[in-house]
DNA sequence: GTTGCCAGGATTGTCAACAATTATGTCGAA
DNA sequence: TTCGACATAATTGTTGACAATCCTGGCAAC
């Protein structure tokens, strides 16, 4: 839809690609261990392969990715492990982050907040998948980058980014868009009356669904030897 | 001095070649400001200058190095302000890590961090500062390892990449070079018989000198408008 | 004396062709 | 039929040249 690269400044369309393929990941148009060929994501995208390969190599630092000599990418699966790991990092840090926000928030961040947060809603009663990860994305770095430290946020949202292949499975499901959904209106509230603990403890609960349901999900379909009796379904 | 890229594996060499430029930019050879021109890292690096790019955009992504599109990269100099919110998230980090080292800790891992802290002793009375580097990164993760969750790790490791270019000041003085010795040889010790308190308050007061002789440094030297009787010196 | 402009040089960004490597498929022998 | 060697195809990795961009310094105009 959106032609987002249309004369960047060079180095700017290597991340609009990587962004591209990120998005196509979340929203699980590229599922995991699906090859990532050079010259046809290049076509596709239509930039030159040199610019894809950038890109790639990005999204391999990030963790999206997996990128093994001579053979080409592929979309990371993360074992539930991983994933375990990963949350239990997440929560420590977006709780730190939600600690360190100073009480009463600035008003322009609320703001921002409510808007961000509105959009994200309409995303999601519209069921545009794309647009509620957007919206999302833009929704948890304004919420966290009031903790005043950039550093801390790019950790968080780092980590963040390491998952959004685990989150192909619930990008696209409408009850955990809605859970978000009023999550982030309550998050919004707790902010505004000043309630700490509420919004701390609304951050903390806010990891849970996602992690859950892609845990459950690898297992299930994802797993080689595991499920002996029920063969392949879809 | 050592010619570690012979034949590795193409990604390999990237990966060398950024730890090299690490290293120069932590040993003080490569100061803040500093223009890194890939023509000429290439050549002295023995490599093509496109191995030198890749390892320009690891560098950025890890923060020890800012670039300008069109006009290429230099090493940054990170304001007080930045080393100080990475080091407080650093000390959440390094604690949370050493926290979560089951203890009593595996006696292979105890080994291997002894052997370690030998080395880096025995850099560090040899007034080897390059050795020392090397023998203090392997030992913090070696360390930090032990906590079981390699994600949290990786961060640590970011998080501490990213100060390298302040290190250049502590790395290279006798002074701090003792004290990190003592202080690994503490923790060893802290680790070996099971006082999770002490080790963790160890790891805490790690952080602190590099942090602040870093701070001081970069008040005295580098700002523009600060020190005003002094006039340029060297 | 200052400002604006243009040429020259240095440096990064782009590209397409070529080399190297790995996977795939076929054929023959046991 | 199964296994292994070999040829072939698909894909990544490398290279050098070229284009675009930005800084520098000098010169002229105000």
Redesign the interface.
């Known amino acids: 839809m959106t032609v987002t690269a249309l004369k960047a400044?060079?180095?700017?369309r290597v991340r609009s690609v990587a962004a591209m393929l990120e998005e196509e990941i979340v929203l699980g148009w590229l599922l995991p261990r699906e090859r990532l060929v050079e010259e046809e994501l290049a076509e596709r995208l239509s930039v030159k392969r040199h610019v894809v390969r950038?890109a790639l190599?990005?999204l391999e630092?990030v963790g999206l990715v997996e990128?093994i000599?001579?053979r080409g990418a592929v979309v990371k699966l993360l074992d539930p492990l991983?994933v375990r790991?990963?949350y239990?990092?997440r929560e420590?840090l977006e709780t730190?982050a939600a600690e360190q926000i100073p009480l009463p928030v600035s008003p322009v961040v609320l703001e921002r907040l409510r808007v961000v947060q509105k959009q994200h809603a309409a995303a999601v009663d519209a069921a545009d998948a794309r647009a509620a990860f957007r919206a999302n994305m833009i929704f948890h770095e304004t919420l966290f980058r009031a903790c005043g430290?950039?550093?801390?946020v790019e950790?968080i949202q780092?980590?963040a980014q390491?998952v959004h292949g685990a989150r192909s499975i619930t990008a696209a499901s409408a009850e955990h868009l809605t859970l978000a959904r009023d999550e982030h209106a309550a998050m919004v509230e707790a902010l505004a009356v000043g309630d700490r603990e509420r919004l701390v403890a609304l951050c903390r609960q806010h990891l849970g669904p996602s992690r859950d349901a892609y845990i459950a999900a690898v297992e299930a379909r994802f797993t080689r030897q595991a499920t002996p009796g029920s063969a392949i379904k879809a």
């Open positions: 400044q060079t180095t700017e950038e190599a990005d630092r990128r000599p001579n991983e790991q990963i239990s990092v420590v730190l430290n950039p550093h801390l950790l780092g980590l390491k």
